[in-house]
């Protein structure tokens, strides 16, 4: 798949796997922007990916401020013309009894999460439509959407508010070109992937544990323009996980 000289923005691109989808995208001729609050992390990524032959942009950006939205889009459009595809992968979690969770963690964790993907899709939506282009928004949920562990309320409601907004927003866009889709990640390893246990892996039925590259070359499948007929589904990325059932002994 090439994406010479198509525009992507990816919010949460520091560090982890928003990195690992930035550098793809390079790596396959996008110009790509990145947005995030740590801008420290955030230039670093731009300067390995134009040490590499790419062309990358950053951009500081809270996702939980429209304003700051707004601008990674103007930013966006003055550097590189205009934007192409859009990947929502900002996030916080929020693990915390509920009994002790507070009103103002519950709130951040949605606007980070979710209200993040329905501003920076409709600004991003905006520009795509103004310049008559085929667009793609790929947002990252995740397997916690459908399923839980105990403490995770906000964070559950947050990636289930992102699944159901992106076949929201896929009946919405469409007639403007506008594809959205999403993916739901399970357990993916940021760091150190040496130090996971032979158990960490083999408890996966695809026999290991998954990486940023995985998610970014999901992204890759869901925003090909070949593809065009894929629009408002949702690609569990879990090595088979949610699919395993498991009983204790």
């Given at each position: 798949?090439?994406?010479?000289?198509?525009?992507?923005?990816i919010?949460?691109?520091?560090?982890?796997?928003?990195?690992?989808?930035?550098?793809?995208?390079?790596?396959?001729g996008?110009?790509?922007?990145?947005?995030?609050?740590d801008?420290?992390?955030?230039?670093?990524?731009?300067?390995?990916?134009?040490?590499?032959?790419?062309?990358a942009l950053?951009?500081?950006?809270?996702?939980?401020?429209?304003?700051?939205?707004?601008?990674?889009?103007?930013?966006?459009?003055?550097e590189?013309?205009?934007?192409?595809?859009?990947?929502?992968?900002?996030?916080?979690?929020?693990?915390?009894?509920?009994?002790?969770?507070?009103?103002?963690?519950?709130?951040?964790?949605?606007?980070?999460?979710?209200?993040?993907?329905?501003?920076a899709?409709?600004?991003?939506?905006?520009?795509?439509?103004s310049?008559?282009?085929?667009g793609?928004?790929?947002?990252?949920?995740?397997?916690?959407?459908t399923?839980?562990?105990?403490?995770?309320?906000?964070?559950?409601a947050?990636?289930?508010?992102?699944l159901?907004?992106?076949?929201?927003m896929?009946?919405?866009?469409?007639?403007?070109?506008?594809?959205?889709?999403?993916?739901s990640?399970?357990?993916?390893?940021?760091?150190?992937?040496?130090?996971?246990?032979?158990?960490?892996?083999?408890?996966?039925?695809?026999?290991r544990?998954?990486?940023?590259?995985?998610?970014?070359?999901?992204?890759?499948?869901?925003?090909?323009?070949?593809n065009?007929?894929?629009?408002g589904t949702?690609?569990?990325?879990?090595?088979?996980?949610?699919r395993k059932?498991?009983?204790?002994?």
């Amino acid at each position: 798949m090439s994406y010479k000289n198509k525009v992507v923005v990816i919010t949460g691109a520091a560090q982890g796997i928003g990195q690992g989808i930035a550098q793809m995208y390079a790596s396959r001729g996008a110009c790509v922007t990145i947005g995030d609050v740590d801008t420290i992390k955030g230039e670093l990524t731009v300067a390995c990916i134009r040490e590499a032959g790419g062309r990358a942009l950053f951009v500081a950006c809270d996702v939980r401020s429209e304003e700051e939205i707004q601008k990674l889009m103007a930013l966006t459009v003055e550097e590189f013309g205009t934007i192409d595809i859009l990947i929502n992968n900002a996030g916080v979690s929020r693990f915390k009894s509920p009994f002790e969770l507070t009103v103002e963690e519950w709130d951040d964790c949605l606007n980070t999460n979710a209200r993040s993907c329905f501003l920076a899709t409709r600004e991003a939506a905006k520009i795509m439509k103004s310049q008559g282009r085929v667009g793609s928004v790929v947002n990252i949920s995740s397997t916690r959407s459908t399923m839980s562990e105990p403490h995770s309320e906000a964070y559950a409601a947050s990636k289930g508010a992102i699944l159901a907004l992106s076949h929201a927003m896929a009946i919405s866009l469409g007639k403007d070109g506008i594809r959205v889709n999403s993916i739901s990640p399970g357990w993916i390893q940021t760091h150190d992937y040496t130090a996971l246990s032979a158990r960490d892996h083999e408890q996966h039925p695809a026999g290991r544990v998954g990486t940023p590259e995985d998610v970014a070359r999901t992204c890759l499948y869901l925003t090909d323009p070949d593809n065009s007929f894929i629009t408002g589904t949702n690609i569990v990325l879990d090595g088979g996980m949610t699919r395993k059932m498991i009983y204790e002994e």
